[in-house]
C-alpha cells in the first residue's frame, strides 16, 4: 500500500492462518488503508501470503502484493469459513441457497485465478469445466448444494 500511495499510512489487516503438521504456519493476509469506506480517502489493497517455520524460526515464503478492490473482495470470500457462512446464513428456499454457494463459488474461483500459478490454474480451469457438468446433471437442487459446498471447498484448500 506504502508504494501505491508513494506515503506512509495506516491500515487494517484481516489475517487468515493454517498450522500445519509440519510445524508450518501458513499465513494470508488481506490489507486495506481504508476499512470504513469513506468516499474522499483512496483505498488502496495489498496481500501478503507467507509460511512461517516455526522449528527454523524463520519465514520460508512471503509474498507481498497490491490488489484491487475487486480481487480483495473475492480473496476474503476465499479464506472466509464456509461452514460458518453457512450455519449463520438463512435462506428462503434450496434455490436461494444455490444461488448464494453459486456466488461464493465464483468468487473462490476468481480468488484461485489470482493466486494459482498460470499452468495451476489451467488445470483447475479444466476441472472446473467437468464439474460444471456434474452440477448440472445433479438430479435435485438439494445434491447440486452438495455438489458446489464440495466444490468451494476443494478450490479453498488450492489457496492454502
Known sequence: MKKQAHTEMSGEVAPYFRFGTDR???VRA?????????EDVKTYYALFQGTFDVAAKKWTVTDARSISAEQDDAL????GDLEQYLEHTTFENE???????DQTLNEVYRAA?????????????????????????APSIGEKC????????ALQELLW
Not at 476474503?76 to 479464506?79: F, H, S
Not at 485465478?113 to 446433471?137: C, G, H, M, S, Y
Not at 452438495?146 to 471447498?153: P, T
Open 30 to 38: 488481506l490489507s486495506q488503508n481504508n476499512p470504513k469506506q469513506f
Open 95 to 101: 434455490e436461494s441457497k444455490a444461488e448464494s454457494l
Open 24 to 26: 508450518k504456519v501458513r
Open 113 to 137: 485465478q489470482l493466486i494459482l500459478p498460470l499452468a495451476r490454474f489451467a488445470a483447475v480451469k479444466k476441472e472446473q469445466i467437468e464439474w460444471l457438468k456434474k452440477r448440472d446433471a
Open 76 to 79: 476474503e470470500t476465499a479464506y
Open 146 to 153: 452438495k455438489l458446489i459446498e464440495a466444490r468451494i471447498k
